[in-house]
């Protein structure tokens, strides 16, 4: 489990993060979301102990890191790069041996990673020999290859294609399964929807939205209701009835307060209108923070 | 302690694995070689551009043809006007007509080449040396001199040190001459390391913040540790390549001395300067035996035990003290890489202003300017190593080292500073007033 406590951090006067707290449960993937310029990336260079903060504390399971660069955190930066001259096998171990793990340890967690990865090949090719794709799997092999308790990946699958990006994708699930804590950072809001379970939004240094996905979809939700069916248009005597938002052949959307669909559907029923379809509209998550951060950007 | 390990033989093995690196150790030894090898032929090259002259001569002074590699000069009676035509007609290249003196008491004269190809330096300045000589020998005979008193005039003078208090070294002549060419070699020895291993430092740090590892490596490792294991890393690689050429260049030269030989090219013996000095020059003696002697005498007489380990210590202390600010240039600019050369050049200035000072401490070793930029710890590095050899009092030399070891504290506590903000800056230029903030940063 991660602990964010009240974390604080100023740069020259400015408040980058002003007092965030959130907690990962163990074994969850957690989207750390938020604006360019928000903060994320100070926040995560706290949790891996880059910088220290001004103020608060970080527990991963109970112990505290602050400052720590604890090795069981497995960290890969949005900005990421290689380099250039060196060999792949080469490059990996020099990592994972900065990391504290032994020769022998290395050459083993590679070597099943590599095979994993469909990557056993590369040992002894260069880096810049490589595709950008084939680099990030390298980086992606150098982040997990110490078997990390931490998980922080930003902006994982840049410049992967949907193949490769569906591999780490099962790979990030199966770390998951294991226990491995995982924070995910990225613009992608249907990526974050697909694989967290739980989100913080941070805008301006502060956190304005935390909570499981479903969560803060119902939190957010407009009520609305979308109802698929077999007329053209619905008679005027039923859509009196009913608070019509949008109307289109076979199709209507109608808010319904309170949530009595009850009534809706008995409207429905009674003039005996064929329903094909009536489902909850939930905003997504990137109608979400939108609209959260636009908003928060007004009152500001 | 095992991180900064990995960083130190990462650094040193990529490099010196690198064709870069095993090139320029083969080809600095190489082109040291061609350089000698162009200054010497060039020296004593002389044009295929060979001047048939005739020579009128009043003065009576040339009695039989003077045959060189750039002239041929013949003695004539014919007149001047005769031989003028016989220049139009391109028989003969030039005329060289030596007036008569009216009286032996000049102190100039004037002789004339009538040519109409314009004589080059090398014709001018070999006539010049020669008419020079005639003028002598004919006032020698018209005032009726002593040819051998005459040559008695010509002194060689040189000033030999002897020390007053008994138990002092005797030195020869030839010391000081030995001592500042000495002097010089050794600074500007460390200026070149300064330089070279400098910048690698400054292009092997932007790398890594260019091609963005670095949040990974930072990620891992304090940027103290990443920025000395760096400095240390290319510190080895010089050694190394120092190493080698400490090796390589003798067994270079050595070779070169027996074979070019037989491409008429001397090594060693300077053939520009045997040709000058032969019958040019008068009393100007090309270097003999006894004087090669007196020379391995000098050097083996001086202080290596005192010299080589103050050597060893400027030469890594100027390599850590710069070393340590190229570090933080590196980091503090990105990719501009003009950027980089003018930050380059304000770090280097320091450096260039010593090699200037060290030539003024040559010419006096024990003046003040000699002893304050021998202290101040900017310019020790340079200056230092040269002065010792002129046996400056201990309390200068501790003094030095101890400023200088704290200059390195210094400048490694700032630049360690500026390395950590700056590494993880993307995008942001690195004005003054900004490096200057970083400093300040907790």
Redesign the interface.
Known sequence: MLEVNRITKIF?GHKALDAVSFTVPQGTIFGLLGPNGAGKTTLI?II???FMPDAGDIRLHGRPIVGM?Y?K?G?L?E????????RVGEHLM??A???GLSRTEARRNLRYWMKRLEADGWWNRKVEELSKGMQQKV?FI?TVVTEPELLILDEPFSGLDPVNTNRIKEEIMRLKERGVTIVFSTHRMEQVEEICERIVLIHQGKKILEGGVLEVKNRFKKHLYRIVHGEMFLPAEVTVRLNVVEEKPHEIIVRVEGDDVFSVLSTIVEHRIPIRRFEEILPTLNEIFIETVTQKAVTA | MKKILLIIWREYITRVRSKGFILSTIAAPLVFLVLIVFALWSASYVGGDHWQLVVVDELGVVDSTVKTEKFTMQPTTEPLDTLKRKVQRKLIDGVLYLPMLDTPNVRQYTAFLYADKDPDLALSIELEMRIKNWIKEYKIQTLGLNRQVVSLLNTNVEIDPEPVTEGKKDKSSVATTIASLLSMALGYIIFIVIFMYGSMIMMSVSEEKINRIVEILISTVKPFQLMMGKIIGVGAVGLTQLLIWIVTIPIILFGAMLVLPYFGIQLGSGEAATFVSTEMYEGGPAMDNDTIQLILQELMGLNWWLILPVFLFYFLAGYFLYGTLFAALGSAVGQEHQENNAFSFIIGLPVILSLYLAMAVVREPHGSLAVWSSIFPLSAPVIMPGRIIFEPPLWQVLLSMVLTALGIVFFTWVSARIYRVAILMYGKKASLKELWRWLRTP
């Open positions: 020259r260079r891996t102990g880059i660069r090795h955190i960290y930066p900005e990421r790069g290689l380099y250039r001259k060196m020099y990592l041996r900065l990391k980086q150098a």
